[in-house]
């Protein structure tokens, strides 16, 4: 059995709802998204993916829509006011937590047909969330 | 299913018994304890657990109890030696291995109903002992 | 159930067969392998493994076989060029990536009867291919 891992770094801002504490406030994160993949099998160039593939596939759309941009529930009274301001943001049905940010970009991961088997996303050098089937 | 993980740092003294080699002497190390909880599910808020909790429970303890302590087994001569001296030292029952420093975190998290399935010691940047169910 | 881990570090230089893109060309990397060592219980001494002789004897014929080497498949050209300008390179069977170099580090701690659940390889900071049972 063979895995291959891939991280991409981005930062991105968010604010919990329902939470006491620092991360009820907008702040934000440098972050890596460690995306894992597994295969009992190689290709027959010997990989499970080429590492740039997944790159090319997971870091566009992590650029396109989660770097540099406020990652916020849809419940959040935020919503309007930066839509009213022309803001960008990325609307999440959940709360913007590592876990469901990981989960996120696992859902991504599996719609191109990656064969992803978790994904981690380290919201600094000490904490990290995972997704994994 | 989720996966959370909190790194903690702290610094140890210790020495093996029944061993041949460095280790046999009194030394210590920077070392990087990392629990790991899962969960199927997520709480109300998208967590598994605030990393905020995992830190104040664990780091209190381990700073309360291993940091800058020597870790003794029961059966070091050196046991005697520091009580008559009243030093601190951390008693245990066996040798204090990183294997078994591993398992001693993770033991308390499981006493503190932490959803714990694993610890990982990092005994160096490059050599670590974990501890799973 | 405990695992222990001991990373070591190399250089090597490869290039891939049947490939499109840079890594065709003769190029190489700064790796980190990483000895994942598994055991249900531990030894007299509260280990899975001394964490040196997992150095010594891998570190050992990693540094003998793989560092500053090129290491190149046995259907590639160059094997014949360096065989006959009598260069220093390393025979393997399949095409030398990440993931083969894994499994080839792998198949010798196994045959060193050391228990062993993975070995993962770090070609740079944000890729690594691992092998696993």
Wanted: with cysteine; aromatic share 10%; net charge negative.
């Amino acid at each position: 059995m063979y895995q291959i891992l891939k991280s991409i770094s981005f930062c991105y801002g968010h604010r919990l709802l329902k939470y006491q504490g620092p991360c009820a406030n907008l702040h934000g994160h440098n972050a890596r998204a460690e995306i894992t993949l597994a295969s009992e099998q190689l290709d027959e160039r010997g990989m499970v993916m080429d590492f740039g593939d997944i790159k090319s596939v997971i870091k566009t759309w992590i650029d396109d829509n989660l770097d540099h941009t406020m990652l916020l529930c849809k419940d959040d009274p935020l919503v309007a006011v930066l839509t009213d301001n022309q803001e960008k943001f990325y609307l999440m049905d959940k709360n913007p937590t590592a876990e469901n940010i990981a989960e996120l970009i696992f859902n991504y991961a599996e719609q191109q047909n990656f064969p992803v088997e978790s994904v981690t996303l380290w919201e600094s050098d000490t904490s990290f969330a995972r997704f994994l089937r």
